[in-house]
Structures are given as C-alpha cells and as structure tokens.
C-alpha cells in the first residue's frame, strides 16, 4: 500500500487535524446550533452533511477541480457569494425559528434527518475557505513528484474526516448535555439564536473577502 504516508507525517497530520477540528467555523457553529434546539442525533446528522461536504472537497482536490475553480475569478465570486448568501439565510432562519425547531413524528423526524443532512452539506460545500483550506493543507503531506500523489491526497482527506469526527462528537455531547438546563432558560436560549444569527452573519460578511491568494 504505498499510498500510505510514513508514521511521522501520519501523526503530525493527525496533531494538525485535531487541533483544526476544534477551530470554530460555520460546520461547528452549525452542529452546536442543531444540538441545541433539536438535540445530538439532529447535530450528528448535520455532522453527517459536513463530512460529505469535506469527502467532495478531498476528491475535487486530488483531481485539481478545486485549483481550476480558485483560479477562475468569476467562479470564485459565484461560489463566495452564494456562500454568504446561505449562511445569511441560516442566521434569519436561527432568529425566526431557532428555539422553538422539534421534532414530533416519524415523518418530521426523516424529513429533519434529511434536512439537517442537506444543510451542514449546503454549508461546507459553498464555503470558499474549506476549498482554499483542503487546497493549501492536504498538499502539505505530499510532494508533487509523488506518483502516488492521488491516492494519497484521498487517503488524506477521508482520514481528516475520521479523525476530526471525535472532537465533533465531544462538542455534540457537550451541548445535548447543556440543552436540558437551556430548553428551561427561555429568555437565555433566544440569546443564543440571536448569538449564532450573528455568527453565522460574521462568518458570510468574512466569505465575502475572502481571496484566493
């Protein structure tokens, strides 16, 4: 298996995704928010969604698609711009509904499965900076003479997915724990879905200046 990197690489890459795992962004913002006002299996769901988000962007990367779209100005300003303009929508969406999202039967239960799903995929995959990101930091653990530079830059990317899902979980659990206390703090769980609208706001006003050098 000669796509496999060297021990040493694997852990300075394991050390480096973990510590990147834990970086807040519009996924964590995203999963903590769901895990609040709907519960654990609702924000591992929308984990779900940002893992697929994260396996599309490891394949467009180690077939050079993402290099071709940061290249292309009118390209990068669709994908920024439809970026920032959903995750407006999801900070007017945690302000009108927030809170007050449940879940009551089985078929509600499949379409917020599927919704939740859809939505942490929505948000990875029209965030310009995971591609810039998965661009600038898988190739890292390679070298461009490699001919195994393909299957390792999959292997690399699928394993970034495995590795950061623990610390997911850990923030997951951490705020299902923290939901119980909250759902009786009316007034402080509105507080923070007007916080999360404005993050989510931050973090669209910052896709909007992001560039690709």
């Known amino acids: 298996m000669d796509f496999l990197p060297s021990l040493p690489t694997l852990l300075a890459f394991t050390a480096a995704t973990l510590l990147l795992a834990a970086t807040p962004g519009p996924d964590m913002t995203l999963s903590i928010s769901r895990a609040l006002s709907q519960g654990k299996a609702a924000a591992m769901y929308v984990v779900v969604g940002t893992s697929l988000g994260c396996l599309v962007h490891t394949f467009l990367v180690a077939f050079g698609v993402s290099a071709l779209i940061t290249a292309s100005p009118t390209a990068f300003l669709v994908l920024k ?33 599927l919704s939740n799903i859809s939505t942490g995929l929505g948000v990875n995959l029209l965030n310009p900076k995971v591609i810039i990101f998965f661009m600038t930091f898988l190739p890292q653990f390679v070298t461009a003479h490699d001919p195994n530079v393909t299957a390792k830059l999959l292997f690399f ?57």
């Open 157 to 213: 990317g699928i394993f970034f997915i495995v590795a950061a899902m623990p610390v997911n979980i850990a923030v997951i659990l951490t705020a299902d724990w923290l939901s119980a206390w909250l759902q009786r703090k009316k007034g402080v769980m509105r507080a923070i879905d007007y916080t999360f609208a404005g993050v989510f706001s931050i973090f669209a006003v910052k896709i909007l200046f992001t560039q690709t050098r």
């Open 81 to 113: 711009t439809g970026g920032a303009a959903y995750l407006f929508w999801l900070a007017i969406q945690a302000i009108r509904f927030g809170s007050s999202l449940s879940v009551k039967t089985e078929d509600s239960a499949e379409a917020s499965r």
